[in-house]
């Protein structure tokens, strides 16, 4: 059963449409042939981009991308004489191809009953560096007791791997003062109980001029030592 009350806004749209509806035919419209005129009707499709392209000026040659290389221009043989040359320009250029094992300023030791190659892992930054220390500026009896302090901090904190910059010591008048007596120290006394290694550091944290140690969890005994 329909409702009397429903409201219905629209429900004389349709005939006030019609009403006002106004017919096509009496539109302002431009209105185009549906067939081709008289003048283009032997046009080709050549004739008709010809006339589109006919107000386009064409790129100058200098403005085109030359065409890739196929293959890279392949170098002459050096010599045997000609790269000891070029690999010093390119060390003293990029400072590729330096190793600093290779140099006599490199040092590295081990412990008791430790493996050698553990110097070579050492020096090629195998071990995570948990700690370091800066000696530049120091005499070595003040260069001294603060390594000691940084040995038993790192020790106390359950350091395993630690860095130790004492400089190349190029201003020496004989031997590298700092780097000498950092290798006595570790070597000799309490702490040759406690470094397993130690090796000269990579270029990135100093080179010849830092050493990394490697310590022991607990220190060891004269029984181990045997």
Known sequence: MKSAGAFKPFRHLKQMLQR??????TLP????????????????????FERAMADVTPLRKTDSWPAPCPHPPRQGRMTDEAWPLEALRELVRTGR??????????IEGTGYRVPPGITRELHRGTFSIQAHIDLHGM?????????????QDAVQRGFSAV????????????EPVLKTGLVRWLTTGTWRKWVMAYASAR??????GATYVLLR???????QRR
């Open 139 to 151: 005499t070595v009896p003040v260069a001294r007791e603060a390594v000691n302090a940084f040995l």
């Open 217 to 223: 969890q607990r220190p060891l005994t004269k029984r």
């Open 97 to 106: 191809g330096y190793r600093v094992a290779d140099t006599p300023e490199y």
């Open 163 to 174: 860095l130790i910059v004492h400089g190349r010591g190029l201003s020496s008048a004989a």
């Open 20 to 25: 006002n509806a106004t017919p096509v035919e």
């Open 29 to 48: 419209a431009e209105r185009f042939p549906l067939t081709a005129s008289k003048d283009d009707a032997g046009d080709t499709d050549a004739t008709l």
């Open 203 to 208: 270029p990135c944290d100093g080179g010849a």
